[in-house]
């Protein structure tokens, strides 16, 4: 068995989209950042690479090559599971708690916890998904942190 963490933040700007776990969200506000700035997304792939050691997404796919200039995070996702699945490794089950203040996640949750469940490829009582706010300590702010249980 192994076990992976990986957490992601960005700070939140007017005009930029707001992606989480593969979904665009509305909100006027949106991630800055080189790509999409999923912060679920980047944090569940830096901890499928943790698990194996196998560095950061920094390390893949850095935001000084252009190539990632706004990629959807799904690429980077689907890439760290190749590399899991090259190395013998099987996704179990992995864990999302993402903190933002708004817009407010509630009623996304089902739509996220299914897109979630269909990149992963894991049933959806295998994808724990947690809802934060910062209770104002950063309200233009967003965080995720990530906990994958594989075999392997």
């Excluded at 997304?41 to 194996?52: G, P, R, V, W």
Aim: glycine share 10%; hydrophobic share 45%.
């Amino acid at each position: 068995m192994r076990l992976g963490y990986g957490e992601d933040s960005h700070l939140l700007e007017e005009g930029r989209p707001l992606y989480l776990c593969g979904l665009l969200l509305p909100s006027p506000l949106g991630a800055k950042a080189h790509s999409d700035g999923d912060a679920a997304l980047h944090a569940l792939t830096d901890a499928l690479l943790s698990a194996f050691g196998l560095g950061d997404i920094g390390l893949l796919f850095p935001d000084t090559d252009p190539r990632w200039r706004d990629a959807r995070s799904e690429i980077f996702l689907k890439e760290a599971l190749n590399l899991v699945e090259a190395r013998g490794g099987r996704l179990l089950q992995a864990n999302l708690v993402i903190v933002l203040d708004r817009p407010k996640l509630a009623p996304h949750r089902q739509a996220l916890a299914q897109n979630l469940s269909r990149l992963l490829g894991l049933p959806q009582d295998r994808v724990g998904l947690t809802f934060k706010t910062s209770e104002g300590l950063a309200p233009r702010h967003v965080q995720a942190r990530a906990v994958v249980l594989l075999d392997g």
